[in-house]
């Protein structure tokens, strides 16, 4: 027999159908920091207009988590794409470095109280941890793909940066917006500090929910007030419900509404006061069924009347009135302790009264407070509080209530009100509420829910608490008058010089730093606050330190900020209030936010669950670019739900990607662009089509890059790779480029075409797949850059010409016609009436529009169905017993074996002929393709 093997021209390439990431990846990676690509693609955009995404700064604290890996893949498939879409597009990495959790580390490793080390050697044990957490965490954002300037990282305990951060004080100082005041606060009792908003997250609790009594102290005012002179014995009582019974001891006063009406009841054993619309609702609760309603009257008319707190004896607290109160639950009345409560303490400014002072840093009561609760934690005496009331006969209801209660985002423990001593920045002052809603209205959000989320929080959100009672922090660097508590009145002059010193030594200069050093001579009425910065100052001030520049120009404001959801109220708050306040614009262009990652049953991810995944056992198990396709493909907008079925599903997607480019890559490896390029209008109509269809598909790939649609790209790149590629173009042409002589016209025409389409898809997954992408680019033949990361969009693609007959359109319905074929075909093999395709000959029955194109393709049609013989006739001449399509309205299809010989060479079916060159054992078109002139197609 003879060996026609040989004479066709079989796929080959040393690109692998295995991935082998784990084997690859590490090598890519070497090879890129040795030639030092990031410069590269720097220097090779030195010209273009820039695009800068400016890093929100991660914590240095910890091994990084899957929550990580989606917040630096994203940025790293933005930054590719701005670099392909022809902008210069920098990344700078950054790092959040100082703040709590680092101090607790280094506590926590050293076993050392802060106590028993001075500050400066407690300072320079922080920054150790943090720069080696910093190399840790760089380490794996690098194995991520992730391509940056990670030798110039920002660090915000960089000197330079540190004294960065205490220029930006000083000019909001010059502007009047810093104070200092004594207020309620977050405080966490672990952290021993005050929080920010932005340090608070919201988390189920179990509360003593309590309805509590306080009793009229002068029965006649009451009855006055009331109209009833001849009201009973029975005591009276103004009822107020908390779910806060520790916040009692500090209660000061009770709020009414002044506008609401207030009715006096009788009960079998009580007189009540209650709000009029909430009576019903209380004596519900209290299970009274039957009571008496004595007489109502306004709010206001009660202000000052005083009342007995419910266990401290001969502690009387008046009624203030304050609009704050609400009819949503409760009695209409609110105990006040301006120690524990915002609102509470504004109100209780207006009437003059006094914080109590008695929760110190720790969370516990002061000695002298009573017997039973002098220094008790606040969160662990409510039962004590609560038989106090009982022994009083002051408890008129316990339960328990189940709701959303603040909490330490870093401990995840309920945190308190607290009033303590903290510098705060003002946020209506200058009409500064005012610009940021402005600011945030002229910023793109993606997603679009962003700005509205935004615009709430900054209506709503309240002064900003910049101080920190810690060590490792920026200090606040201000010197104040001992007796007054009023800031240095040259206070901007020598906060420069402290960040000019801060500058050279770091943040430990301050601690050695003197009046009389910076002055010239000491003054003693002055003395210098220990207090740090808030770490969201730190990271919210990065946008000052940060500019990027090239040849066309510089760019001192971001393009982009990317974060977590959770950043609204966190980095892009802080961002925005700085930059707004200093320099009266929003510190970026557009915001991008993603959701939290999920299990695959949409739970939250908790190591005490144990459905953590780490972004590590990911990149050792699967590679960085599983990944990577895993972030891509997940819609970020929503919570990305991953788990090791979803992995095998960007797994599946990975080698649908993978193979595809490797057919065609094994199919042009003896094709030189410089000499076998066939131009468009010598091209098969077909390798047309598939040129003209992969630029519509670039053009859609591109638009979804730019929207920051990257899970579109996914499910875009897979239709085209599975439907359009693998399954139309690709299988048809496997014919003419295996058969047809290897220098032939038609087979330089699909290589042409393959060559294009390649060229195009390397550049479509170099940014999700860029280890992959990188791979290919080494394949391909006459590269252009040493690396695609340095190409831009595929230019040669050209569209189809818009032919009446064989346009777009045709070949669409062509697709939908050779899906249903198929399925047809499938049936047959699996009734045994076929073994394969190409032992089959059909019938198709089509309306008269598309018969009249079907016929023009002659006999080349039988190459789009993979049969052997096609024969195309008008629908309404179809037999009965034919097959109908579901899905087609006008096809019905009929199949049979083909009767005639198995040519070995193209595995067709053939009837010879007179004309067939006898004891050749081959068909006539192998014949042609062999030892003839080579076999013409026009159109597939």
């Known amino acids: 027999m003879n060996d026609y093997k040989k004479t066709l021209n079989l796929p080959r390439t040393m690109f692998s159908m295995r991935g082998d990431l784990l084997k690859k990846e590490p090598k890519i990676l070497k090879n890129w920091y040795e030639n030092n690509l990031y410069q590269l693609i720097r220097k090779k955009n030195k010209h273009k207009k820039i695009f800068f995404l400016h890093d929100g700064p991660p914590y240095a604290n910890g091994n990084i ?42 506590e926590e490793k050293s076993k050392l109280s802060q106590k028993k080390v001075s500050t400066l050697d407690f300072q320079k044990k922080c920054r150790e941890y943090a720069q080696n957490q910093v190399e840790k965490q760089k380490k794996d954002f690098i194995r991520l793909g992730v391509i940056g300037d990670w030798e110039n990282a920002h660090l915000t305990m960089n000197f330079k940066n540190e004294a960065n951060i205490i220029r930006t004080l000083s000019k909001i100082i010059k502007k009047k917006y810093l104070y200092r005041d004594f207020k309620p606060i977050y405080w966490c009792l672990q952290c021993t500090s ?3 908003d932005a340090e608070i997250e919201y988390s189920k609790k179990k509360s003593d929910s309590i309805i509590v009594g306080f009793k009229s102290v002068n029965r006649e005012i009451i009855k006055r007030l009331f109209h009833c002179q001849n009201l009973n014995t029975k005591a009276i009582y103004l009822l107020v419900w908390t779910t806060t019974p520790w916040t009692l001891p500090s209660s000061k006063a009770i709020s009414i509404h002044p506008n609401f009406e207030y009715q006096l009841i009788e009960t079998k054993n009580w007189n009540l006061i209650i709000a009029k619309e909430l009576v019903q609702n209380v004596l519900n609760i209290l299970k009274v069924k039957e009571w008496t309603e004595i007489n109502c009257i306004q709010g206001k008319l009660l202000e000052n009347i005083k009342f007995l707190h419910p266990f401290f004896e001969n502690v009387n607290v008046p009624i203030i009135l304050g609009k704050h109160v609400t009819l949503e639950s409760g009695t209409g009345a609110v105990h006040t302790a301006p120690d524990h409560g915002i609102d509470d303490y504004i109100i209780s400014q207006k009437y003059n009264i006094k914080t109590s002072n008695l929760v110190d840093f720790k969370g516990d009561y002061i000695s002298d407070i009573h017997p039973k609760l002098n220094g008790l934690n606040v969160l662990k005496c409510n039962s004590i509080i609560i038989e106090l009331l009982i022994k009083n006969n002051t408890l008129f209801h316990h339960a328990f209530l189940t709701h959303s209660y603040p909490h330490c985002w870093r401990h995840k423990s309920p945190v308190i009100y607290r009033a303590t001593p903290q510098w705060f920045i003002k946020i209506d002052q200058k009409k500064l509420r ?8 002229r910023v793109r959000w993606v997603p679009e829910w962003g700005e509205s989320r935004m615009m709430e929080m900054i209506k709503k959100r309240p002064d900003w608490c910049i101080s920190r009672q810690r060590k490792w922090g920026v200090p606040m660097s201000i010197f104040i008058h001992k007796k007054t508590g009023k800031i240095h009145p040259n206070t901007v002059f020598l906060m420069e010089q402290v960040a000019k010193k801060v500058e050279l030594k770091g943040i430990q200069a301050w601690w050695n730093i003197t009046l009389k050093e910076i002055l010239g001579q000491e003054d003693e009425s002055y003395e210098k606050i ?33 974060e977590g959801s959770d950043q609204h109220r966190g980095w892009f708050m802080s961002s925005l209030i700085i930059s707004t306040l200093i320099h009266e614009k929003a510190p970026y262009s557009e915001v991008l936010t993603h959701g939290f990652v999920v299990d695959g049953n949409g739970q939250k991810m908790s190591k005490s669950i144990g459905n953590t995944i780490s972004p590590n056992d990911i990149v050792n198990t699967l590679g960085a670019d599983i990944l990577r396709l895993w972030v ?185 016609i050779k899906h249903e074929i198929n399925k047809f075909l499938e049936e047959e093999i699996k009734n045994k009436t076929i073994n394969n395709s190409l032992e089959a000959s059909i019938v198709l029955y089509v309306s008269p529009e598309l018969l009249g194109k079907l016929e023009i393709l002659g006999q080349e049609i039988k190459f789009i169905f993979l049969t052997s013989h096609v024969t195309v006739k008008l629908y309404n001449k179809a037999p009965k017993n034919v097959k109908k399509s579901a899905n087609l309205r006008h096809l019905k ?3 049979e074996k083909f009767n005639g010989e198995k040519c070995p060479r193209c595995w067709h079916y053939f009837t010879p002929t007179k004309n067939h060159v006898k004891n050749s054992g081959i068909c006539n078109r192998c014949i042609l393709n062999t030892i003839g002139n080579g076999e013409k197609r026009i159109f597939i």
């Open 65 to 106: 988590h899957i929550g990580h890996a989606v917040n630096k893949i994203l940025k790293d498939i933005i930054i590719k794409s701005k670099n392909m879409s022809g902008f210069d597009a920098p990344y700078i990495p950054s790092w959040d470095c100082h703040g709590l959790p680092i101090e607790q580390k280094v």
């Open 194 to 196: 005050s929080l920010s």
């Open 434 to 441: 005012y610009k940021l809603l402005k600011e945030t209205k």
């Open 530 to 562: 220990l207090d740090v910065l808030d770490v969201w100052f730190d990271s919210g001030n990065t946008h000052t330190s940060i500019e990027y520049e090239n040849k066309k120009n510089t760019k001192k404001n971001a393009d982009m900020y990317l």
């Open 632 to 816: 891509a493909s997940s819609n970020y907008s929503n919570d990305l739900s991953i788990s090791n079925e979803i992995l095998k599903n960007s797994s599946d997607i990975y080698r649908r990607i993978r193979n595809t480019a490797r057919f065609m890559l094994a199919n042009i490896y003896d094709f030189n662009p410089k000499e076998d390029i066939v131009l468009k209008d010598n091209m098969i109509l077909l390798d047309q089509w598939a040129i003209g269809q992969t630029k519509i598909v670039q053009e859609e790939i591109i638009k979804y890059y730019n929207n920051y649609n990257f899970h579109a790209v996914v499910k875009r790149l897979m239709y085209f790779c599975s439907i359009e590629m693998g399954s139309f173009y690709l299988d048809i042409i496997k014919d003419r480029q295996y058969t047809l002589k290897f220098n032939s016209q038609e087979r330089r025409s699909s290589q042409t075409a393959m060559y294009y389409i390649i060229n195009s898809l390397v550049r479509w997954i170099a940014p999700i797949l860029s280890f992959t992408a990188d791979e290919l680019w080494s394949y391909l033949p006459e590269n252009n850059s040493q690396y695609v990361f340095m190409e831009e969009w595929f230019e040669k693609l050209f569209d189809l010409n818009q032919d009446k007959l064989f346009n777009h359109q045709f070949w669409d319905q062509i697709i939908q």
């Open 893 to 895: 299809v009929f199949i």
